[in-house]
Structures are given as structure tokens and as C-alpha cells.
């Protein structure tokens, strides 16, 4: 009781109503050279269009990874990614030519908002890869850049426009006296020498000729008038002029549009289609929008383009980046630039391993799941010794290299065998037996794929139906999904080798599916930790108990905290047990366990015993013929 003077009535509070939290069972982890998106960063994909927008699509060097990642997400909404990169060999494109390397948001905020790295020009692509080659940038700086008078602004007026041959796609221009038409019209540009009633798209441009993609249908006398547009004018609409916010401070000629172009079709599927336009944006620094946002150009890219960063203002912008109060940098030319120079690396066990190793700190990752493509021994070892056996709250699921499955035949058996035992003995992984075939609708082709992904899927499947502490495999559970065939199918002599192994095999039975028709991990010795629910049963128990008991740390050791987590833990295990997932358990935490020794080292001792449920593997059917006259009793028990 707090200390008083008087008498009075003092009130407090005794907290016993915390309770075991729920802890996440179903969350994927998985890395993979992927031909887009950030490197050697978390990103969570709820869905394979979502895995799309973020990683680009499957091609011909990542498809494994690629539809193992999909697979898993076919069951899952909760997968998170890393992309696997080559720091010394992967580069985004940039509009001058120049590779760099900005693996992610933090090391673009980090190395290149600064505008410090000028060599790669305005625009680099938002992620690494040859991907970002397809990205093409235009920027419209000004009134006199969205459209103009050519001929106005030729050095010869009078003699401007020669000649135009309708049977040719040639305007001829007298270039005389030093005079460059290439300066005022660029390829991709509009043309028209009619007063702006018909507009030609232009091909190509020198200091004498323009090369329109299609021919006017007459001739037309010398001296007459070139009027040029911005190649992407109708898309816009109207030229960028002066922004009200920059007016009403006194400002001007601030506006710009800027266009994103697919230009080889490996973003849409179609070239040179418009990925995203940026109408209006302003060349000053504190620029907002009518909604208080702002509005400088720069930031408008960075926080919502998907596909480039600004590195830079374009040559000649010399005040862009100003307050609003200037009057901008008029620039009379478009900029354009198709991206170059990005390159996708080679990819090896080294960078995947380092991609893997963003999931192995257990305090600051959550994962349940860790998913492992067509990993070879290398991977495989470092997933189960480094991530797994160290987090100790995630399984490792595994599948045989390709060659042992794959057109293999009369082989697989004895190859998935010998692959396995190259592996370490342990409760925290699984493998299952085969490849499936599946088809590539972004390729139009089938493709052989791993089926980690589908396995880890099914425990995903069975947490969402039963309980983590329910077997994943059988026919219950354990139908596998989007198989066209196997690259095998075990025998019961097959299946016999391989589950002795703790290899669980994947069989296509007729008329019920392709099945997961085992429960293994990979432990070698017998225990009730060789089977997946049970497992997964301590992987979940231990979790939630663990971060209940992080409230205990700093209180006493005292009666009363020893039985407070007893009052705390009995209740789960309870409910756990009402789940079918225990037959029974006991909670020990008070003197006998924690005695004056443990209480002097500061520390404090909770024993909890389990007894987990089983699996059923093997069912025995006793079918017995009785005679007629002799009663069932009589023989019930006798076999």
C-alpha cells in the first residue's frame, strides 16, 4: 500500500490476465536471381502479380527460383523475398551509358540523392539488371521543347525548306552557312509543313535533312514553314508553362513533363509502351501540389516511379533545384535517353548464401518457412547449419538436385539418395523427392521446377486448415497443385528407400492427385522429432512461450513470478492439448527447479514437458473369414 498521512482508501492494480501470444507459423523465406527489383533487402510478396511487379518475370536463367517462389505463393499470401545480386558485376542502366550499382532505397539515399555522381546522367533504372535497357526517358523542360516554329528559329529563314518529294520521306533543308536542322528536330519528333494540319513522325534528323517515318502527300515550295512537336505532345496535351504555386511566389517557367517508355516491350510485353507520365512536375525544390504534396520533380520520381531514380538535372539546368521564387532555366530541347549499360551479374552459391543470410537473425527477422529452389549441397548445408540449426524456429525445405529426377530414369532412387546423405542429420529441414513440369504462361513454354516451394506451401495449407502440429502430407493435406506430370514416379520399393532415408516422396496416384506421401525431416536418428508436426509442434509451442516469458525478464524470482508464468503457460498448453497437438503436458516452475543458487545467478528456470501426438504412417487392415455358427466374440482378439 502506497505510504498516506490519514486515513483514505488506496487503489491499485494487479495485471494476471497476460496471456501466451500467437506467433506466425505460415511466413515464407526465400532468395533467387531475379531480373529486377531491389538487391540484398526484405521485400514481402503477397501474391504472384505482386512478385511480378516487384521482381520482373521468369526468364531463361532464373525460371527455377522464379516458379519456386510462385509455387509456394499458390498456397501462401505471406513470402519473403531477397534478391540475390553480384556486386561486382550488376549494374543498372543509367541514361548516359555508364553502369552503377544501386542495390536498394538505402543505398540510392545513401550514395546517390546527393546528385554527386553526375556520370550517369539524369536518370538511372530503379533497379539493377539488364531489364533496365527496355527503359527509355524523355523530358519535356519547356513550352518551346513541347512544340516550336523550325524555320523561325533556323539561322536561314528564307531558304529553310528546299524542297519535299512526295515519293520520298525526305524534307531537304538548306544547311548552308553552318546551319543544323538536328538542332531544333529530333528523332521521334513531330513534323508537319502544312501549318500543323498533318504531323509526321520523324526517323531520323541530320544538319540537312529531316527523314519523316511517312511521306506528305505533296510537294511543297521553298521558304515554306516547319512546325515541330514533342513526340509525346498528344499524350499530354498541353505544354508545361508556370505552376501556381511558383506564380504566386514569384517564380516562373517551372513546369516539365516527363514520360517513362517501355522501349523494347520487356516491362508490358509491348514496345514502346508508356509506363508512367509525370505531367506538371516542378523544377523548384519546395514545389507542392494542390493537395500540399510536393511537387519538385525529383521527389515526385523518387517516391512513386517504379522503374527509375533521378541522379541529376539535365546539362544546361542551371537553377533547377532552386526555391520557387526563380525564374527556372528555359531549356528549348527535349531530353531523351534510352538506358544502357545494365547487366544482370553471374549468380553463384556465394550470392545466394549472402541473400539468404538477411533471414538468419531470428530477433529481427520473423519466418517460419525457409524455401531453397534448386539448391545444390553448398546452398543446402549453410541453409540447414547456418540459418536453420541457428534460428532454431524454421524448417529448411529441400528437394534433390535436377539431374537426379530429371530424365534420369532408373537412376532417381539411388542419385536422390546419395545426394542426401551428403547432408547433415538434423530436425530443421525437409526433402521431398522430385521435380514437377509446369507451364510458363509468361514464356509459353514448360518448364521442370523444384517442389520445395509446393511443400512448404502445403504446411501453409494445413496451418490454415488444422493446426502446424497436423501432418502436411496424405490426401487430406498434402495435394500438390499445378503439376502437369513428375520427372519420377517412386514405386513402393521406391518409396521404401527413399523414406528410410527421411526422404518423403511425391507420387502421382490415378484419379487423386499428385500427393506429398510422407511426414519426414531429415533427423537420422529415431525420435519423435523425425516427423514434420511434431516439429513443427515445438517450433510453434516454443516460440510463443519464449516471447511470453520476455515480460519476466528484470522481475523477481520470487513465488509470485514463478507463478504467474505457470498461471500464464498452463492455459496454452491447454488449448494446444483441446487442438489435438499434445496428449498431455506439465509445467514445473517453482523452488525445486529454481533454487537459491539459480536465483543468485540471476537466473530463472521454467521446465515444460510434452507429450506430442503422432502421425499415423503405417495402417494395418486385418480382414478375418468366420464360419458360419461361430459368433464374432469367439475369435475378436485371437489374431
Same mark, same amino acid.
Given at each position: 500500500m502506497a505510504f498516506q498521512l490519514s486515513p483514505g482508501v488506496n487503489v491499485s492494480e494487479i495485471d494476471l490476465t497476460t496471456i501466451v501470444p500467437a506467433v506466425a507459423t505460415s511466413v515464407g523465406a526465400f532468395a533467387g536471381p531475379f531480373a529486377w527489383g531491389p538487391t540484398r533487402e526484405i521485400v514481402t510478396i503477397s501474391d504472384e502479380i505482386r512478385l511480378v511487379d516487384r521482381f520482373g518475370r521468369p526468364d531463361t536463367n532464373n525460371y527455377e527460383h522464379w516458379f519456386t517462389a510462385a509455387n509456394f505463393l499458390a498456397y501462401s499470401n505471406n513470402l519473403r523475398v531477397v534478391r540475390a545480386a553480384n556486386t561486382t558485376s550488376t549494374f543498372n542502366a543509367t541514361a548516359n551509358g555508364s553502369g552503377v550499382l544501386i542495390e536498394n532505397e538505402d543505398d540510392y539515399e545513401n550514395n546517390h540523392e546527393d546528385a554527386s555522381n553526375t556520370a550517369f546522367g539524369p536518370f538511372a533504372a530503379r533497379w539493377p539488371g539488364a531489364l533496365g535497357n527496355s527503359i527509355r526517358v524523355s523530358i519535356c523542360p519547356s513550352a518551346n521543347a513541347f512544340s516550336s516554329n523550325v524555320t523561325a528559329q533556323h539561322a536561314h529563314t528564307a531558304n529553310a525548306l528546299n524542297y519535299l518529294v512526295d515519293s520520298t520521306t525526305v524534307i531537304n533543308v538548306d544547311a548552308s552557312g553552318g546551319a543544323n536542322i538536328a538542332s531544333y528536330v529530333y528523332p521521334g519528333d513531330f513534323v508537319s509543313v502544312d501549318g500543323g494540319v498533318s504531323f509526321k513522325r520523324v526517323a531520323s534528323v541530320n544538319a540537312a535533312a529531316i527523314v519523316v517515318a511517312t511521306a506528305f502527300t505533296a510537294n511543297v515550295a521553298a521558304g515554306t514553314a516547319i512546325t515541330r512537336k514533342w513526340q509525346y505532345a498528344d499524350n499530354l496535351g498541353v505544354a508545361p508553362g508556370t505552376s501556381d504555386f511558383v506564380a504566386g511566389r514569384g517564380g516562373s517557367g517551372d513546369e516539365l513533363h516527363v514520360i517513362v517508355l517501355d522501349e523494347d516491350g520487356l516491362f508490358s510485353g509491348t514496345a514502346n509502351t508508356i509506363l508512367e507520365r509525370y505531367s506538371f512536375v516542378s523544377k523548384a525544390s519546395d514545389a507542392k501540389d494542390s493537395f500540399g504534396n510536393t511537387n519538385f520533380y525529383k521527389n515526385v520520381i523518387n517516391q512513386r516511379s517504379g522503374y527509375?531514380?533521378?541522379?541529376?538535372?539535365?546539362? &544546361? =539546368?542551371?537553377?533547377? &533545384?532552386? @526555391?520557387? @521564387? $526563380?525564374?527556372?532555366? $528555359?531549356?528549348? *530541347?527535349?531530353?531523351?535517353?534510352? #538506358? @544502357?549499360?545494365?547487366?544482370?551479374? %553471374?549468380?553463384?552459391?556465394?550470392?545466394?548464401? %549472402? =541473400?539468404?543470410?538477411? #533471414? =538468419?537473425?531470428a530477433d529481427s527477422v520473423d519466418v517460419s518457412l525457409v524455401i531453397s529452389g534448386p539448391a545444390g549441397q553448398t546452398l543446402?548445408?549453410?541453409?540447414?547449419?547456418?540459418?536453420?540449426?541457428?534460428?532454431?524456429?524454421?524448417?529448411?525445405?529441400?528437394?534433390?538436385?535436377?539431374?537426379?529426377? !530429371?530424365?534420369? =530414369?532408373?537412376?532417381?532412387?539411388s542419385d536422390i539418395i546419395e545426394y542426401r546423405d551428403l547432408l547433415t542429420s538434423t530436425s530443421y529441414a525437409v526433402m521431398d523427392s522430385n521435380w514437377k513440369y509446369q507451364f510458363d504462361k509468361y514464356n509459353d513454354t514448360y518448364r521442370w521446377v523444384p517442389l520445395n516451394g509446393d511443400v512448404a506451401g502445403l504446411c501453409v495449407r494445413t496451418d490454415l486448415e488444422r493446426d502446424p502440429w497436423f501432418s502436411p502430407g496424405g490426401l487430406n493435406r498434402g495435394i500438390i497443385k499445378n503439376v502437369i506430370k513428375l520427372a519420377w514416379n517412386p514405386t513402393k520399393a521406391n518409396r521404401d528407400d527413399l523414406y528410410v532415408k527421411g526422404i518423403n516422396p511425391i507420387v502421382s496416384f490415378p484419379g487423386e492427385g499428385t500427393v506429398l506421401f510422407g511426414d519426414k525431416t531429415l533427423l537420422a536418428k529415431p525420435s519423435a522429432f523425425d516427423r514434420i508436426n511434431v516439429r513443427r509442434l515445438f517450433i510453434v509451442v516454443e516460440k510463443a512461450i519464449a516471447r511470453a516469458?520476455?515480460?519476466?525478464?528484470?522481475? #523477481?524470482?520470487?513465488?509470485?513470478?514463478?507463478?504467474?508464468?505457470?498461471?500464464? !503457460?498452463?492455459?496454452y498448453l491447454r488449448d494446444v492439448a483441446g487442438r489435438r497437438?499434445? *496428449?498431455?503436458?506439465?509445467?514445473?516452475?517453482?523452488?525445486?527447479?529454481?533454487?537459491?543458487?539459480?536465483?543468485?545467478?540471476?537466473? #530463472?528456470?521454467?521446465?515444460?514437458?510434452?507429450k506430442p501426438v503422432r502421425s499415423i504412417n503405417f495402417i494395418q487392415l486385418n480382414f478375418v473369414a468366420v464360419r458360419s455358427g461361430v459368433s464374432f466374440e469367439e475369435v475378436v482378439g485371437q489374431f
Open positions: 527509375i531514380w533521378w541522379m541529376a538535372h539535365q546539362p &544546361g =539546368a542551371l537553377n533547377w &533545384g532552386n @526555391t520557387s @521564387t $526563380s525564374t527556372f532555366t $528555359s531549356i528549348a *530541347t527535349p531530353f531523351t535517353a534510352s #538506358f @544502357t549499360a545494365g547487366a544482370d551479374g %553471374t549468380i553463384g552459391n556465394a550470392e545466394l548464401i %549472402t =541473400a539468404y543470410d538477411q #533471414f =538468419a537473425d543446402a548445408t549453410h541453409l540447414i547449419s547456418n540459418i536453420a540449426e541457428v534460428r532454431k524456429d524454421c524448417l529448411v525445405f529441400l528437394s534433390p538436385e535436377k539431374a537426379d529426377c !530429371v530424365y534420369n =530414369a532408373g537412376n532417381e532412387s516469458a520476455r515480460f519476466s525478464l528484470f522481475e #523477481f524470482n520470487d513465488q509470485f513470478t514463478r507463478a504467474q508464468f505457470v498461471n500464464l !503457460v498452463e492455459p497437438g499434445i *496428449t498431455d503436458f506439465r509445467v514445473v516452475c517453482d523452488e525445486t527447479n529454481n533454487t537459491q543458487e539459480v536465483i543468485d545467478r540471476n537466473e #530463472f528456470i521454467g521446465d515444460i514437458y510434452i
